[in-house]
């Protein structure tokens, strides 16, 4: 966006028109999270990955051939559809094809992806215009269209639509033909009946659907969503050059985005390895905590730098800011896809993991929107000391509801919601 308002082409943009411009992308997500939550149910994941990836590469050249702000913004719309209608497959498609003691780690590739392509996207956007960049992203677009129709597709649609051989055959490709695999996919097939609700009448579906088996994970899930993104975690990605911009001025803006983007990818594949080795409820509680104190740190030592003009104070400053990461990365920032690709049962996963990305992407577009506005409204030190209450509030809320998933199987997992029990370490 900096770049963009650097160097236009043949228009102008306003400060709003930007604000506009960064947000627009998220408002079609969280309807579109709907739509696809029912479409995963309705045909193979790799048909409707590939359909996406489609739509993406024409808005991505709607943008790159833009001739006014109504066509960056209908590309900016169609790759925001293309990327919320692929955010409930991704867990989905980890949750049914990785082993229980490798599904944390695995659902962390997410972040990890994230912070990757946000990084690359970060260092290329230092080096060349915003239109090599969009070059770029096409390219890797069509890499990924390619890679998609050598996957298997996974074994949870072949049980909807009741084809055995061809879900023992997805299951063995992707978990192997060791005996604990074959005895995980006969039970799967034996409760066969339990994975679907096509056949259910409209009082059934209503009962199912308000029942302890989606609304309690769905809660789980979606607070550890709306947690994440009003800890700021995204305003810090969107508006990273803004605020480094006031925290440390003499540093180049792009230079100590690139660092900060380095050091957020190393701490989520750390973050990875953590859930990968301890349990998931320690390490949100400690990701919480850490994360709402850096925030507190952050404001008081922007305040300090505008009252007294000391250098010391904005370096400080940017240590918070690194701090913010270090924490968020092994929980509040990593944990959400993590849970969300593993809690929902089977009969529910296509609506969970829609609806929770709803409140992933619909809290993504009210701070992306709101942030600017809280900056201006209570400076700098103010908007991240709303941060930290969000992030505190959050984490206590998570620490009497979320239960402990680490090593156990998915169907393990279903049968906590079906009766209760208690959350305790």
Same mark, same amino acid.
């Given at each position: 966006? %900096?770049?963009f308002?650097?160097?236009?082409?043949?228009?102008?943009?306003?400060?709003?028109?930007?604000?506009?411009?960064?947000?627009?992308?998220v408002?079609?997500?969280?309807?579109?999270?709907?739509?696809a939550?029912?479409?995963?149910?309705?045909?193979?994941?790799?048909?409707? %990955?590939s359909l996406? %990836?489609?739509?993406e590469i024409?808005?991505?050249?709607?943008?790159?051939?833009?001739?006014s702000?109504t066509?960056?913004?209908v590309?900016?719309?169609?790759t925001?559809?293309?990327s919320?209608?692929?955010a409930?497959i991704i867990?989905? !498609?980890?949750?049914?094809?990785s082993?229980p003691?490798l599904r944390?780690?695995?659902?962390?590739?997410?972040?990890?992806g994230l912070?990757?392509?946000?990084?690359? &996207?970060?260092v290329l956007?230092?080096?060349?215009?915003?239109?090599?960049?969009?070059?770029i992203?096409v390219?890797i677009?069509f890499?990924?269209?390619?890679l998609?129709?050598y @996957?298997?597709?996974p074994?949870g649609?072949?049980l909807?639509?009741?084809?055995?051989?061809?879900?023992?055959?997805?299951?063995s490709?992707?978990?192997?033909n060791?005996?604990?695999?074959?005895?995980?996919?006969?039970?799967?097939i034996?409760n066969?009946?339990e994975?679907?609700?096509?056949n259910?009448?409209i009082?059934e579906m209503?009962?199912?659907f308000l029942?302890?088996l989606?609304l309690m994970?769905?809660?789980?899930s979606?607070? @550890?969503?709306i947690?994440?993104?009003?800890?700021?975690?995204? %305003?810090?990605?969107f508006?990273?050059?803004?605020?480094l911009?006031?925290?440390?001025?003499?540093?180049n803006?792009?230079a100590?985005?690139?660092i900060?983007?380095? &050091?957020?990818?190393g701490?989520?594949?750390?973050?990875?390895?953590l859930?990968?080795?301890?349990?998931?409820?320690?390490l *949100?509680?400690?990701?919480?905590?850490?994360?709402a104190?850096?925030?507190?740190?952050?404001?008081?030592f922007?305040?300090?730098?505008?009252?007294?003009?000391?250098e010391?104070?904005?370096?400080?400053?940017?240590?918070s800011?690194?701090?913010?990461?270090?924490?968020?990365s092994?929980?509040?920032a990593s944990?959400p896809w993590?849970i969300c690709g593993e809690i929902?049962?089977?009969?529910?996963?296509?609506?969970g993991?829609?609806?929770?990305?709803?409140?992933?992407?619909?809290? !993504? !577009?009210?701070?992306?929107?709101?942030?600017?506005?809280?900056?201006d409204? !209570?400076? *700098?030190?103010?908007?991240?000391?709303?941060?930290?209450?969000?992030t505190?509030?959050?984490?206590?809320?998570?620490?009497?509801? *979320?239960?402990e998933t680490?090593n156990?199987?998915?169907?393990?997992?279903e049968e906590?919601f079906?009766?209760?029990?208690?959350?305790?370490f």
């Open positions: 966006m %900096a770049q308002k650097e160097n236009p082409n043949s228009f102008t943009i306003s400060e709003e028109e930007a604000s506009w411009i960064a947000s627009i992308v408002i079609p997500m969280a309807p579109s999270c709907l739509v939550g029912y479409l995963i149910n309705k045909m193979p994941k790799r048909l409707f %990955a996406l %990836a489609m739509i024409a808005g991505w050249l709607i943008i790159y051939y833009n001739t702000l066509e960056i913004l590309g900016r719309l169609l925001g559809i293309a919320a209608g692929g409930p867990p989905q !498609f980890i949750g049914e094809t082993h003691q944390g780690f695995f659902l962390t590739s997410v972040l990890l912070s990757v392509g946000i990084l690359i &996207i970060h956007g230092a080096l060349f215009s915003w239109k090599t960049c969009i070059i992203t390219l677009l890499i990924y269209l390619c998609i129709f @996957l298997k597709e074994y649609w072949y909807r639509t009741h084809d055995q051989p061809a879900a023992k055959k997805s299951f490709w992707y978990r192997g060791s005996p604990e695999a074959k005895r995980e996919i006969a039970k799967l034996s066969q009946h994975n679907t609700y096509a259910y009448s009082k209503t009962k199912l029942s302890r989606l994970p769905l809660a789980i979606a607070t @550890l969503m947690t994440m993104h009003f800890s700021g975690n995204k %305003a810090i990605m508006y990273s050059i803004t605020i911009s006031q925290t440390v001025p003499l540093l803006q792009y100590s985005t690139v900060v983007d380095v &050091i957020r990818v701490m989520t594949l750390v973050g990875a390895v859930i990968r080795n301890f349990r998931v409820r320690p *949100l509680i400690i990701s919480g905590v850490g994360s104190a850096s925030h507190c740190c952050f404001a008081l922007i305040y300090q730098s505008g009252e007294n003009q000391h010391v104070y904005s370096i400080l400053a940017l240590i800011l690194i701090s913010y990461i270090v924490f968020s092994i929980g509040i944990l993590v929902f049962p089977l009969i529910v996963k296509g609506i993991c829609g609806f929770s990305t709803f409140a992933y992407f619909f809290s !993504f !577009f009210l701070v992306i929107k709101l942030s600017p506005n809280l900056f409204a !209570f400076g *700098l030190a103010g908007g991240f000391l709303c941060f930290a209450l969000f505190f509030l959050g984490t206590v809320i998570l620490y009497f509801i *979320l239960p680490k156990k199987t998915l169907k393990e997992i906590m079906r009766e209760r029990r208690s959350t305790k």
